[in-house]
């Protein structure tokens, strides 16, 4: 395994704890800066708009950049922002400081994954892809945690200097070990802004990123309302979510690792049976939801079969757009754009009185619609006018 990976899944890891850890930390922020909880909410949804307009934006600001000195400087920006955050004398600079940390989070997922590929050989990419994300999915085990636990130790602020450390050593580790032209390797990818809007043309790319889409919303269509499905159905008490979230999160690492090295035998079909693997699970987590015990397996395989499309999703729509890392962070917005509709239609569900194993059939009814998507893209992409631009692996 390239080291430079290593490096890269640290990165992973710091950007993905600062998302999280927020969520333990919140009663602790709202009482420090004297705000009502609703407005301590903001560190949360401000962060996840900042992350789908940042994408974008700095993507496409750098796109005629080299790639490792952008990463660098993206991690410098997530440093940047924590800092603001952990020294924070108000609310308003905390609230900054969580923006300004967003912001570098969909670019660096995005271009680091077209990093990531560049270090390997070509029929290792998603699996590459998969390492560079299982910093971000254990981030998603220990995020919630680990701010809790140092905050009730040393303070909330703490968590964010922790962070901001991490962030210095990703920051050096990057630079010290990606190679230097890494990300550029092969035929020039499209550089000008113009050029990468042009990859958008392709039906490929947008059948790509609304099944990522879908299948994004699908699993958090579930996921958001977990905790009220574990307490009022299966019979859990409060202080068991903890845990029984480290479950999911554990499923999220092992889909991760399983679904990058099944994506590059036969990427397609990998991504059409983890797509369909999670459809199937959510309806059966909604059938049986009554038990505890089927109730831990099944939100285990829902994090399995939830992450398991990741790291094809991210490599094909880089492929199907010619190596455009705009679409590369594109996709970590239309991820972004998925969970909140699926979170959207699962509290809809429950506002009708269907109760709390409503969002599970809700986020098997969107997960089926990225079946279908990706069935559709991996058809028409077998047409003699797709085959030569969308590889097979």
Same mark, same amino acid.
């Given at each position: 395994?390239?080291?430079?990976?290593?490096?890269?899944?640290?990165?992973?890891?710091?950007?993905?704890?600062?998302?999280?850890?927020?969520?333990?930390?919140?009663?602790?922020?709202?009482?420090?800066?004297?705000?009502?909880?609703?407005?301590?909410?903001?560190?949360?949804?401000?962060?996840?708009?900042?992350?789908?307009?940042?994408?974008?934006?700095?993507?496409?600001?750098?796109?005629?950049?080299?790639?490792?000195?952008?990463?660098?400087?993206?991690?410098?920006?997530?440093?940047?922002?924590?800092?603001?955050?952990?020294?924070?004398?108000?609310?308003?600079?905390?609230?900054?400081?969580?923006?300004?940390?967003?912001?570098?989070?969909?670019?660096?997922?995005?271009?680091?994954?077209?990093?990531?590929?560049?270090?390997?050989?070509?029929?290792?990419?998603?699996?590459?892809?998969?390492?560079?994300?299982?910093?971000?999915?254990?981030?998603?085990?220990?995020?919630?945690?680990? /701010?809790?636990? #140092? %905050?009730?130790?040393? =303070?909330? &602020? $703490? !968590?964010?200097?922790?962070?901001?450390?991490?962030?210095? *050593? @990703?920051?050096?580790?990057?630079?010290?070990?990606?190679?230097?032209?890494?990300?550029?390797?092969?035929?020039?990818?499209?550089?000008?802004?113009?050029?990468?809007?042009?990859?958008?043309?392709?039906?490929?790319?947008?059948?790509?990123?609304?099944?990522?889409?879908?299948?994004?919303?699908?699993?958090?269509?579930?996921?958001?309302?977990?905790?009220?499905?574990?307490?009022?159905?299966?019979?859990?008490?409060?202080?068991?979510?903890?845990?029984?979230?480290?479950?999911?999160?554990? /499923?999220?690492? #092992? %889909?991760?690792?399983? =679904?990058? &090295? $099944? !994506?590059?035998?036969?990427?397609?079909?990998?991504?059409? *049976? @983890?797509?369909?693997?999670?459809?199937?699970?959510?309806?059966?987590?909604?059938?049986?939801?009554?038990?505890?015990?089927?109730?831990?397996?099944?939100?285990?395989?829902?994090?399995?079969?939830?992450?398991?499309?990741?790291?094809?999703?991210?490599?094909?729509?880089?492929?199907?757009?010619?190596?455009?890392?705009?679409?590369?962070?594109?996709?970590?917005?239309?991820?972004?754009?998925?969970?909140?509709?699926?979170?959207?239609?699962?509290?809809?569900?429950?506002?009708?009185?269907? /109760?709390?194993?409503?969002?599970?059939?809700? =986020?098997?009814?969107? !997960?089926?619609?990225?079946?279908?998507?990706?069935?559709?893209? @991996?058809?028409?992409?077998?047409?003699?006018?797709?085959?030569?631009?969308?590889?097979?692996?």
């Amino acid at each position: 395994m390239p080291s430079g990976l290593i490096a890269l899944a640290l990165g992973g890891f710091g950007i993905g704890l600062t998302e999280f850890l927020i969520a333990g930390l919140l009663p602790q922020v709202s009482s420090s800066f004297e705000v009502s909880e609703a407005a301590a909410g903001w560190l949360i949804s401000g962060y996840a708009l900042s992350v789908a307009v940042g994408a974008i934006a700095l993507t496409a600001a750098t796109a005629r950049l080299p790639r490792k000195p952008v990463l660098v400087g993206l991690v410098a920006l997530f440093v940047i922002g924590n800092l603001l955050s952990a020294a924070a004398p108000n609310y308003p600079v905390m609230l900054l400081g969580r923006i300004v940390a967003a912001l570098c989070h969909g670019s660096f997922f995005g271009i680091g994954s077209l990093v990531a590929r560049s270090l390997v050989a070509p029929e290792r990419k998603s699996r590459a892809v998969a390492v560079m994300f299982a910093g971000l999915t254990v981030a998603n085990v220990l995020g919630v945690p680990f /701010g809790a636990l #140092v %905050g009730e130790r040393w =303070g909330w &602020r $703490a !968590a964010f200097w922790a962070v901001t450390a991490i962030g210095v *050593l @990703a920051m050096a580790g990057i630079a010290a070990l990606v190679p230097g032209r890494a990300g550029e390797r092969g035929p020039a990818p499209p550089s000008g802004l113009r050029d990468q809007l042009r990859a958008f043309r392709s039906a490929q790319v947008w059948l790509t990123l609304t099944a990522t889409a879908l299948g994004y919303g699908g699993m958090f269509g579930a996921f958001s309302y977990i905790a009220y499905t574990f307490t009022e159905v299966s019979g859990f008490a409060p202080a068991d979510v903890a845990w029984l979230l480290m479950v999911y999160g554990v /499923g999220l690492v #092992v %889909g991760n690792l399983v =679904g990058g &090295r $099944a !994506a590059d035998r036969d990427r397609d079909r990998a991504l059409i *049976l @983890a797509l369909l693997g999670l459809t199937l699970t959510l309806a059966l987590f909604g059938l049986l939801a009554h038990s505890a015990t089927a109730s831990v397996v099944l939100v285990f395989l829902m994090g399995v079969t939830g992450f398991a499309s990741v790291p094809g999703m991210i490599t094909r729509v880089t492929d199907v757009a010619g190596g455009a890392a705009l679409a590369a962070s594109a996709n970590v917005s239309a991820s972004n754009i998925g969970n909140a509709l699926g979170a959207w239609l699962g509290g809809l569900a429950i506002s009708a009185g269907l /109760g709390y194993t409503a969002p599970l059939y809700a =986020g098997a009814g969107i !997960a089926l619609t990225s079946v279908v998507v990706m069935a559709v893209a @991996a058809r028409q992409a077998k047409s003699p006018q797709a085959a030569d631009r969308v590889p097979a692996g």
